[in-house]
């Protein structure tokens, strides 16, 4: 998934089930973030992301606190 500026990814990895790359894909600029089950499918709705878990009927909401400047 994606918006203008970033890239969202759902991994496999350990304590990085979740990822943010910038526009570029540059890897100095990811930000990873832990999720309690490794994910299954993603999908969004206006400013949410929406990560399903693949061994649990759980659906994680993911939101980003936004500069309001």
Known sequence: MFDRGH?????????????VFDRALGSTTASYYPL????????????????LAGTAPVI??????????
Not at 7 to 19: G, I, L, M, P, S
């Open 60 to 69: 994680y909401e993911v939101t980003f606190d936004q500069d309001k400047t």
């Open 36 to 51: 309690p089950v490794a994910p299954q499918a993603m999908a969004c709705d206006g400013g949410r992301i929406y990560v």
């Open 7 to 19: 890239v969202y990814a759902a991994t496999r990895w350990v304590d990085h089930e979740f990822a």
